[in-house]
């Protein structure tokens, strides 16, 4: 499994510390040092069953300069937020926790973390 974060975001660092607690084994990207590329995004969004605009976060002062929150949320559209959060990855909702089954979850909630471990686990969720 393998973990897209930001060390500064309070989520992020609580994610980790469920997986520590819970002896996961993941690995660390840090996605604003290593931001994903348009073919991995479009591979996480498929795993996540969502479009770009719902892991965008549009209150950040990026978002706000591109004028983000007067996109088209459209299939047409959907490239476009694709390239805005490659070239942008601080617009990128964290963390996401991608899992060997092959499933992804944006991981802000305790529950959404155990959830993550559990398919790792084989076990579905929890």
Do not use: F
Not at 74 to 80: I, K, L
Not at 85 to 111: F, K, Y
């Amino acid at each position: 499994m393998e973990i897209w974060l930001n060390p500064a975001c309070s989520k992020c660092r609580s994610a980790v510390q469920i997986l520590d607690a819970g002896d996961a084994q993941y690995t660390v990207r840090r996605y604003l040092e290593d931001p994903p590329t348009a073919p991995e995004l479009r591979d996480v969004l498929a795993r996540l069953g969502l479009e770009p605009w719902d892991i965008t976060r549009l209150q950040e002062a990026e978002a706000a300069e591109l004028g983000l929150g007067e996109w088209e949320r459209t299939g047409a559209a959907r490239e476009r937020w694709i390239a805005a959060l490659a070239a942008h990855p601080r617009l990128i909702q964290r963390p996401i926790i991608t899992a060997d089954d092959g499933s992804a979850l944006v991981a802000r909630s305790e529950e959404a973390v155990r959830e993550a471990m559990a398919r790792e686990d084989g076990a579905g969720p929890a």
